[in-house]
């Protein structure tokens, strides 16, 4: 179960989305600030943007796995465990594991 942050964590959360928006503004390409973007509005328990947003990520580029991931661990943290299992799932069979 995820719990509630606590008001300065939530603080930090805030902040950070607000940060990496502007850097998202300035690069759109910029996975990273993207990443982490979702990260501060999952922190926030912002589900339905961070969804949003991921899901749009991942239809700009489908074929990146970090994306894919993200967006299935989203499913997860949701409790919507049939699309976070097929998501896992289609990233397995995507993925080549080095041995």
Request: without cysteine; hydrophobic residues 40%.
């Amino acid at each position: 179960m995820v719990s509630s942050p606590n008001p300065i964590v939530l603080t930090q959360y805030v902040l950070a989305q607000k940060y990496y928006q502007k850097a998202l503004d300035k690069d759109p390409d910029d996975l990273e600030a993207l990443a982490r973007l979702v990260d501060s509005l999952t922190g926030q328990q912002n589900w339905d943007q961070a969804l949003s947003l991921i899901q749009s990520a991942v239809s700009k580029k489908p074929g990146d796995h970090s994306l894919q991931l993200l967006q299935a661990n989203i499913f997860l943290w949701t409790k919507n465990f049939d699309k976070a299992r097929k998501k896992f799932n289609y990233i397995l069979g995507r993925v080549r594991l080095k041995e």
